[in-house]
């Protein structure tokens, strides 16, 4: 047998059970519907949660790619379709267009849907998170598909009376498998100590060690309803401190940033000597660039 020939039997071999891989990841992905919440989603918040995807894309229409494709135009794009870019077999084994629903699964955990792909990112777990997130990537494009209308009914299952917001139903069918909701809705702790309630939990009572992404959603949810507000790494609150957040943490200990004491004028100077020597992707939003540097000045000024 030839080498060329047995070369092809191989891919072959590879490319079906990268079908079958792809096939299984949208079988098992079982998510809240990601279309209804982009009605009400905020593209402005998905513009900031976006910087950290400029590490590895452009935004611009046009460009080449970069670590990844550009995401100018991905929505109802097909899949796997950038002209010269070179994709795993498992991601071109997805097929179809990038709908709604589809890059919501897919940003949700891209190596499970695509295993093997070289998109590394660990995913956005917060369902609202990756609503804003790609309310904002509808926006880049020449004529933005329409987002759907809002739907008549949005009230879900009550949830033992639990609030509502990302990670209720982690804790909802984790919790109340052995417990009355009653139990921890009376409780209020930081952040930390619900994290360890939990570890004693799996570790002394015999509960079912929740998968790390639902660990976090939930420690985020008991956290911000049954406890103190979410950590921001310690990034004081402050207009500017998502877009501070998401832009530096993609490459970055925060603790670089909220040890510096500089003017705006030096932070100014920095952002640019990030983009000119360092590779960080220019932040052409002038308003949110103006916000940016307007916490940075206020929080971590030189005065």
Request: hydrophobic share 40%.
């Amino acid at each position: 047998m030839s080498k060329r020939l047995n070369s092809r039997i191989i891919r072959s071999i590879c490319l079906i059970g990268a079908i079958a891989s792809a096939a299984s990841a949208l079988a098992v992905t079982e998510l809240d519907p990601i279309t209804p919440r982009l009605a009400t989603a905020d593209a402005e918040r998905g513009a900031a949660i976006a910087l950290q995807c400029k590490a590895c894309h452009s935004l611009d229409k046009g460009a080449a790619p970069i670590v990844g494709p550009t995401l100018w135009g991905v929505i109802e794009r097909p899949v796997a379709s950038t002209e010269g870019f070179d994709y795993t077999d498992s991601l071109e084994a997805i097929g179809g267009t990038w709908d709604f629903e589809k890059l919501g699964r897919y940003l949700f955990d891209p190596q499970a849907m695509a295993p093997g792909t070289r998109m590394v990112y660990p995913g956005v777990k917060s369902a609202q998170e990756r609503a804003d997130l790609i309310a904002y990537l509808r926006t880049l494009a020449d004529t933005p598909v329409a987002l759907p209308s809002l739907p008549e009914q949005l009230d879900g299952p009550r949830y033992g009376g639990l609030p509502d917001g990302d990670g209720r139903e982690a804790v909802y069918f984790t919790c109340r498998a052995c417990h009355s909701l009653d139990q921890f809705t009376a409780e209020s702790m930081p952040r930390e100590d619900w994290d360890a309630l939990l570890t004693e939990m799996v570790d002394d009572n015999g509960m079912a060690a929740p998968e790390p992404w639902a660990r976090s959603l939930m420690l985020d949810y008991l956290a911000t309803h049954f406890g103190e507000e979410q950590d921001w790494q310690g990034l004081p609150p402050g207009t500017g401190r998502e877009e501070v957040f998401y832009s530096c943490n993609t490459c970055h200990s925060l603790m670089l940033v909220t040890q510096q004491g500089m003017s705006r004028d030096r932070w100014d100077e920095t952002l640019e000597w990030m983009v000119e020597e360092q590779g960080m992707n220019e932040i052409e939003d002038i308003a949110m660039r103006e916000r940016i540097l307007d916490y940075l000045s206020t929080h971590f000024g030189s005065g």
